[in-house]
């Protein structure tokens, strides 16, 4: 496995020089010898100079964009008429806009199995690449690099990886960027080679090769300027004049230019190297999905001319920004002057200058002969091509649908629509755009596989309350004998992935979500039995709302925690129902028993106060019978 060297670069905000390198047979590639100095050389000056006119005007391009639009000859004319120096700058929220259609869409890369039990590692690959995207930042990076495409009209990044082995992403400035000139792809893919020219002081580079030291400060001792560059583009910044920068060296300074190239001799190779010497070469150390060196160079331009220049969305915008610029100020100049006429030649007591100087006064006094003449065609007629002008750049920007200044009533789907309109005109941008992200992605993959074949663990959700892990080339043990362990394979083992890249895309739909969850809010408020029927829960698994899910865990919670604390209540109720139960029943068995122990005893009471009067009533009956004499023949024998 290769094994990158301390990164190149001066500070973390820049690519620098590579982020990392490689022998040779890190590569499984035989040594080659030394590249030519000047053969390098050569590619980096027919880069420079061939492209000279298209980068001068990615210049001015950048100038436009920052309000800087008026040359010094016109800056003097309007003072010499005591106008102000009023820019309406239209290319910078055209350019803001188009810009910020992407930073309110959403874009992911998604990875794809190339077999159909491989589908576990698919979403092990697409965690992977969302946490490369997260580390560093990838959606700032992405909307720099279209900032370059857009105005220069050439963005570059650079997928590498720092000393730790963790794949970086960084934005190539476009004035650093250099490419074959003779490259006729809007994304370099027909390149013969690709590099870095980036300006350092002489102690920077020592300490990234001290074995170079010596040969490093001999150049910015001896070694030649070779001149002021025509254009601006490659000179040292901020500019302090002719005598302190030229094409490789400022002495004054003691800063030199250092060239990183990428350049295809059979395979990709890399060199790096300052006027006078090779500070390192060898074969790329960046590898592609099939092993073989690659160029860890992603570029992609915005259009290219039939003469291979290369320019961006401002370069169409620049006329119309003139003519915007120029109506204006005409229509002001025309409103701060007056133009007089003789009336009557007869009368004219005064010559035309003194009349002139009195016209252009606010309390001048015409003289006889003469008057104001009118002008209101011709402001009428700069004002309509001044509207005109406006409309035409707003044609060049995305739709005032796209932005979000529409009518906020408008419906959802009628927005929706208008905004699918006014991206028809941008698809070739925002398809190159997305273009690039792929290959970005399809590069940050190849880093992963190439570079991460130790045991570690990724973070893949932002949520603090359920942080979730991703273990990658974890190995499987299994016990041994005497406390041995055997290692029976790796799970996640990313170097053995074999998956496809993608990128999934949403534009910003937002406005139609809000419409549809109003509508539903609507409903369930018009009855109550609706209301009865749908949750909160439900509610906010439909909205839109940021953290939604971790509110609705918490409902959940809180809803199961109130089932159990009821479900424990009715057990306690039933517990004590089951009792009171008990005691009533047995208090109703020791009535019922009480009432049988009292009704026997009554009965026997009666039996036997039945019996003691059934004795008195047979004693009586004797006693009465011993008193009654017998009477002869009653009932007698013969009676």
């Not at 006729?184 to 893919?189: A, E, F, I, N, V």
């Not at 070779?226 to 254009?231: R, V």
């Not at 009349?355 to 015409?366: K, L, T, Y």
Request: include cysteine; hydrophobic fraction near 40%.
């Amino acid at each position: 496995m290769a094994t990158p060297a301390a990164s190149t670069s001066v500070d973390d905000s820049v690519p620098g020089l590579a982020d990392a390198s490689a022998s040779a047979t890190d590569s499984l590639i035989a040594p080659a010898p030394a590249p030519d100095l000047e053969k390098l050389k050569r590619y980096f000056t027919e880069a420079r100079q061939l492209t000279e006119i298209a980068r001068t005007k990615s210049l001015q391009a950048i100038d436009y964009y920052h309000t800087d639009q008026l040359t010094p000859q016109q800056i003097e004319e309007l003072r010499k008429r005591h106008q102000p120096e009023i820019v309406i700058n239209r290319i910078k929220p055209a350019i803001n806009g188009i810009v910020g259609v992407i930073e309110r869409g959403r874009s992911d890369p998604r990875a794809w199995p190339r077999e159909p039990e491989k589908a576990d590692q698919a979403d092990v690959a697409t965690d992977v690449l969302r946490y490369v995207a997260g580390q560093n930042r990838f959606k700032q990076v992405k909307s720099d690099c279209f900032f370059d495409m857009l105005i220069p009209g050439t963005m570059a990044a650079i997928v590498g990886v720092d000393p730790d082995l963790q794949v970086t992403v960084t934005q190539i400035r476009w004035e650093e960027f250099f490419g074959d000139p003779r490259s006729r792809r809007k994304d370099w893919l027909d390149a013969r080679y690709l590099g870095i020219a980036k300006w350092m002081y002489a102690d920077d580079a020592a300490a990234m090769y001290p074995d170079k030291q010596r040969a490093i400060e001999s150049t910015i001792d001896s070694g030649t300027g070779g001149g002021i560059l025509p254009d601006q583009s490659y000179q040292d910044r901020p500019y302090q004049g002719a005598a302190t920068g030229g094409a490789w060296v400022d002495h004054r300074q003691r800063r030199l230019m250092v060239v990183e190239i990428y350049y295809r001799e059979g395979t990709w190779k890399r060199a790096v190297f300052t006027v006078t010497d090779i500070l390192e070469a060898g074969p790329s150390p960046y590898l592609d999905h099939q092993g073989r060196p690659d160029c860890p160079i992603v570029a992609r331009s915005a259009y290219v001319r039939r003469d291979n220049m290369r320019y961006g969305a401002v370069w169409d915008m620049i006329p119309v920004q003139d003519e915007i610029n120029q109506r204006r100020s005409k229509a002001l100049h025309t409103l701060m002057t007056n133009r007089v006429q003789a009336r009557d030649p007869m009368a004219m007591g005064q010559d035309a200058e003194t009349v002139r100087a009195e016209a252009a006064r606010p309390d001048g006094v015409i003289p006889p002969g003469w008057e104001i003449a009118p002008n209101e065609a011709e402001l009428a007629g700069n004002m309509e091509l001044l509207q005109e002008a406006k409309a035409e750049m707003e044609r060049m920007a995305p739709n005032p649908a796209m932005l979000g200044r529409e009518e906020t009533d408008a419906s959802g789907r009628a927005l929706q629509a208008r905004q699918q309109a006014g991206l028809i005109e941008l698809a070739p941008i925002y398809a190159g755009l997305e273009d690039w992200e792929l290959r970005v992605y399809r590069q940050v993959w190849g880093r992963v596989k190439q570079y991460w074949r130790a045991p570690q663990f990724i973070r893949v959700t932002d949520d603090e309350n359920t942080p979730k892990f991703v273990g990658l080339n974890q190995p499987i043990v299994r016990p041994m004998g005497f406390g041995g362990q055997a290692v029976l394979g790796y799970e996640n083992a990313v170097g053995e992935m074999d998956v496809d890249i993608e990128i999934d895309t949403m534009a910003d739909v937002g406005t139609i979500a809000q419409e549809q969850f109003q509508e539903v809010i609507r409903l369930v408020g018009a009855s109550p039995v609706y209301q009865q029927q749908v949750s909160i829960v439900q509610l906010l698994q439909l909205s839109s709302i940021p953290h939604k899910h971790s509110l609705v865990d918490q409902l959940k919670q809180a809803a199961e925690a109130g089932q159990q604390q009821r479900a424990q209540a009715q057990q306690l109720e039933a517990q004590h129902l089951e009792a009171r139960t008990h005691e009533a029943g047995a208090s109703a068995l020791d009535h019922v028993a009480s009432g049988q122990s009292k009704l026997i005893k009554a009965q026997v009471e009666a039996h036997t106060l039945h019996a003691d009067r059934v004795a008195l009533a047979v004693q009586a009956g004797v006693a009465a019978q011993q008193r009654i004499p017998e009477m002869p023949g009653a009932l007698g024998p013969e009676g």
